[in-house]
């Protein structure tokens, strides 16, 4: 009996504006040129309202479907998309094969659809490669999903990376740069949870601490916003050393001077704000010691780092 031929799942998880279930099926018929390709609709919500429950729902889905898969390529707007594609980074830490999120951004209908329809044809290129990574394909460019940010110009390149997070280009055909794949080491099977119960907080000059206390209680960890600062002011960082004597608390700020921060806080500058919030909620269910979740935030688990 032949072996059956491996599938590209081709997943919205999001509705796209201007984009129909109609549309995938019935006006992109090339796709299937490129390769076995089988749609799944998974949400009927738009990208905005993607939930952590939701996430959990398309890891499973993924799981689900890993022998009879050659690559998945992911429909989803533009809100939250980094999150979701960071979720994915670390629930499934090595992917078994190439997951490339895509999409297009808010244009007049019939101008997205030739931008997704392009978006959608060179990421089940990228799907049908030897890579094993979350990536983005928007534009002529291939990106590690876990060291990318959002753009805002008028390009058809809507978000951009490093050059370590740089994995390919588009030119006449896909090109993929081998020497910057990473190749995961570990089998282990992740469960698939992540911690809810965190309290996010974001830095401005009106902070009042008292009020703050009142939001932290029962929150089992706590990450600050300081995105905009290159130093905490004395009280907060005070405050923050105390609270971390009995729960986590990660600060995330790319400009941020580490020492004035104090001993007892996990002090991030090296990942993206939406890697950060994900891995940190990863890593409270695997452990709960302050060592151990401080030592691998600093480790480059999955190929986030921004290097």
Request: hydrophobic share 45%; net charge positive.
């Amino acid at each position: 009996m032949p072996k059956a031929t491996k599938k590209i799942y081709l997943i919205a998880a999001s509705v796209i504006p201007g984009l129909s279930r109609q549309d995938i099926l019935q006006k992109m018929p090339e796709l299937n040129f490129l390769a076995e390709v089988e749609p799944i609709f998974l949400f009927d919500k738009f990208s905005a309202e993607i939930t952590v429950d939701d996430w959990l729902k398309l890891t499973q889905e993924i799981i689900k479907r890993k022998e009879t898969a050659r690559g998945f390529v992911i429909l989803h707007g533009l809100d939250n998309l980094l999150y979701t594609a960071a979720v994915l980074n670390f629930l499934l830490p090595n992917p078994f094969v190439p997951i490339i999120f895509t999409g297009g951004q808010a244009r007049p209908d019939d101008i997205k659809q030739l931008e997704i329809k392009a978006n959608l044809i060179n990421a089940i290129q990228a799907a049908k490669s030897e890579l094993n990574e979350v990536c983005l394909m928007f534009g002529n460019r291939l990106l590690r999903a876990s060291q990318s940010v959002r753009t805002y110009d008028e390009t058809l390149n809507l978000f951009s990376a490093p050059a370590s997070g740089i994995l390919g280009r588009i030119d006449f055909s896909i090109r993929i740069f081998d020497k910057l794949l990473t190749r995961g080491k570990s089998k282990k099977n992740n469960p698939i949870v992540l911690n809810k119960n965190i309290a996010i907080i974001e830095l401005t000059p009106f902070l009042d601490l008292k009020n703050l206390a009142e939001r932290l209680n029962k929150k089992q960890a706590i990450i600050i916003d300081a995105s905009r600062n290159q130093n905490l002011p004395t009280d907060l960082v005070f405050f923050l050393n105390k609270l971390a004597a009995d729960v986590p608390v990660l600060v995330w700020g790319l400009k941020l001077t580490p020492k004035n921060l104090g001993k007892n806080v996990i002090n991030v500058v090296d990942l993206t704000w939406e890697v950060s919030v994900i891995k940190f909620m990863w890593l409270l269910n695997q452990t709960q010691k302050f060592s151990e979740i401080t030592e691998l935030m600093n480790q480059n688990l999955t190929g986030e780092k921004l290097i």
